[in-house]
């Protein structure tokens, strides 16, 4: 099976730059992903880590070290817009298929 | 755009009475994702194809049933919703299984009377 934890809740200021960590517990690990998710819509990808390493898009940032079993998703000069779940997904191989967990998310409220 | 639709965007149903979801997509990828996200939850994957390829989750009911008669088209038939199944249906697709991301469509909320 596989465990997937992140902080249920975080709170920072319009501007600033805010880490949302997620660490995970999986065999077969092949890939973990960034999705933010507005209440009431679908997620929409942020980025994709498979590599130990960080990739940056923009604004956004994440990190992956697979020994430790550990990411997190760096936003930069927040914005009121930003205020969203953030959850932090993991592909692993299992039984011929490829299989993606979803964590719970972090919930982010970005305050002026 | 290419892009994954779902219809409707918001679905009522009574106590047991049968009810389809559908997505398409026009982005010719060849694995179709159905999830089940509840409030405050992680969309939790029911089943996925892999091109014709039927791969049903261990622990999503019997209730669930999906149906692929083409690329573009996936079903979710609920047979007998319970009121524990109303939820935001998400379809998902991607090229691949190994794709660096899912495509998500805008989900149905699914409401059960």
């Known amino acids: 099976g596989q465990n997937i934890d992140q902080p249920t809740e975080m709170t920072a200021t319009e501007g600033a730059i805010v880490q949302i960590n997620c660490t995970y517990q999986?065999?077969?690990?092949?890939?973990l992903f960034w999705y933010q998710q507005h209440a009431g819509e679908a997620p929409t990808f942020l980025s994709y880590n498979v590599l130990d390493g960080l990739e940056e898009k923009g604004r956004f940032s994440s990190f992956l070290s697979r020994s430790k079993g550990y990411s997190y998703l760096l936003l930069k000069e927040l914005q009121m817009k930003d205020s969203a779940s953030y959850l932090c997904?993991?592909?692993?191989?299992?039984?011929?298929?490829?299989?993606?967990?979803f964590g719970t998310g972090t919930k982010l409220q970005v305050i002026p | 755009d290419a892009m994954v639709i779902q219809n409707p965007r918001y679905q009522v149903t009574q106590f047991g009475k049968p009810v389809t979801l559908s997505c398409s997509q026009t982005l010719n990828h060849n694995v179709m994702y159905w999830y089940q996200q509840k409030s405050s939850q992680a969309p939790k994957l029911l089943f996925h194809y892999y091109d014709k390829d039927f791969n049903n989750e261990a622990d999503t009911p019997d209730n669930f049933q999906s149906r692929r008669p083409n690329t573009s088209f996936c079903f979710l038939d609920i047979r007998s919703p319970g009121l524990g199944d109303a939820a935001m249906y998400l379809c998902?697709?991607?090229?691949?299984?190994?794709?660096?991301?899912?495509?998500f469509g805008p989900g149905t909320r699914l409401l059960v009377l």
């Open positions: 999986t065999s077969g690990f092949n890939g």
């Open positions: 997904a993991v592909r692993r191989n299992s039984g011929g298929y490829q299989k993606v967990t």
């Open positions: 998902a697709t991607s090229r691949g299984q190994g794709a660096r991301t899912q495509y």
